[in-house]
């Protein structure tokens, strides 16, 4: 487990930033309908929720929760076009101005989630669909859905 969280804190704090530099407005998503910037301000918002700046319900069933979380903490790809836990799918609406701010902003998101999780590695928030999760937990699952949408956008290849 270790190995692995120091292959995600490495993969969080180096890999995505350089991959992102290559993201520009004009991409379109592989699936879905969300712009590059709607993405990355998505993923900005999924860092807040791990770290317990807002809450959600958790919307699985208490018995698949345990598979779940496997699923979420296994390096390996996400389904694609899951249903937003809130059952809603409009976009939301942009918070910056424009997708190199966006780009600042979740760069800065992710600094503070690493150092979050260093100091709060047992803190715990809920993941909609996981239930549970600690700031550990979280690292792993920031590291498939990260991954998820930079294959949406093709800036990296579809894995196994």
């Known amino acids: 487990m270790e190995q692995s969280r120091k292959k995600a804190e490495t993969y ?3 890999t995505i930033p350089e991959l992102l530099t290559q993201l ?30 807002f809450s959600v319900p958790v919307v699985s069933n208490e018995e698949d929760r345990p598979k779940l ?8 790809p996400m389904r694609r076009n899951v249903p ?28 503070t989630f690493l150092k979050f999780c260093e100091a709060q590695p047992g803190f715990i928030s809920n993941h909609p669909y996981g239930g549970p999760l600690t700031a550990q937990e979280w690292l ?4 498939k859905h ?10 990296i290849p579809d894995y196994e």
Not at 30 to 35: A, F, N
Not at 146 to 155: A, R, S, T, V
């Open 24 to 53: 520009t407005i004009e991409q379109k998503p592989l699936w879905g309908k969300m712009t590059p910037q709607h993405m990355v301000e998505h993923l900005i918002v999924v860092y807040k929720l791990s770290m317990g700046r």
């Open 69 to 76: 979380k496997e699923y979420l903490m296994k390096d390996s």
């Open 84 to 111: 937003a836990p809130n059952g809603k799918s409009d976009l939301q609406p942009l918070r910056f101005a424009d997708l190199e701010e966006a780009k600042q902003k979740f760069i800065a998101e992710t600094e």
């Open 12 to 14: 969080l704090s180096t």
């Open 140 to 143: 792993l699952c920031h590291r």
């Open 146 to 155: 990260i991954k998820h949408h930079l294959i949406q956008f093709q800036l």
